[in-house]
């Protein structure tokens, strides 16, 4: 079947948390996408490899995500363990969903290095980019690197939200130091965090 509108949403999710999620659903509810693919990465080209079990982010990504909207489907697209760009990932679900337009969801910050992504013209002539920006961020430096994005043939969407502000990296380094995260994760995830001993 094939389907008019998809958001793409890709990270490590090391782990998922609810910052995460209200980017996301704050995208759902601009786009309205017909399917939204949540995609854990397998090993991304940006980070260094996660010491978390792949299945481990995916099985957190489907607790925090799949509540959000019928839309949200967690793929595995990249559970290989292999490095994936993300044009490998567009293309994939061009092939699957032909004729569908894709929006790919990122933050504000990816927006300034977004020209240094492997094959970003590529990208950029396949995906509307959906930058997700905090209220309180600067609007005229966001545009000025959306503009240098839309010159190149770009077509880019300034999403203003208002965040939870906390990274995944805060969160690894709470946790290790015994700090409650219970405000910043859905609850099943902070259970199966405690459970599995992840981040001590």
Same mark, same amino acid.
């Given at each position: 079947m094939e389907s008019n509108k998809i958001l793409i949403y890709g990270g490590a999710f090391d782990p998922p948390h609810l910052g995460h999620a209200r980017l996301l659903e704050t995208a759902i509810n601009y786009v309205k996408p017909d399917i939204t693919f949540v995609i854990p990465t397998g090993v991304s080209p940006h980070k260094r490899r996660s010491g978390t079990p792949y299945w481990v982010r995916y099985d957190m990504a489907k607790r925090t995500f799949l509540s959000l909207s019928d839309s949200v489907v967690v793929s595995s697209l990249e559970s290989k363990g292999r490095r994936n760009y993300t044009i490998q990932t567009v293309k994939k679900l061009i092939k699957k969903y032909p004729g569908s337009? @894709?929006? @790919?969801?990122?933050?504000s910050d990816m927006l300034a290095s977004f020209p240094t992504w492997h094959l970003y013209r590529r990208i950029l002539s396949r995906c509307t980019l959906v930058a997700g920006a905090r209220e309180d961020e600067?609007?005229?430096?966001l545009e000025r690197d959306a503009d240098v994005l839309r010159a190149k043939g770009g077509d880019v969407i300034i999403l203003r939200f208002s965040p939870i502000d906390i990274s995944s990296t805060e969160l690894r380094n709470m946790i290790r130091e015994g700090s409650d995260c219970s405000r910043y994760l859905a609850e099943s995830v902070n259970d199966q965090i405690k459970k599995r001993g992840l981040y001590c």
């Open positions: 337009h @894709l929006y @790919l969801l990122i933050g600067a609007v005229d430096k």
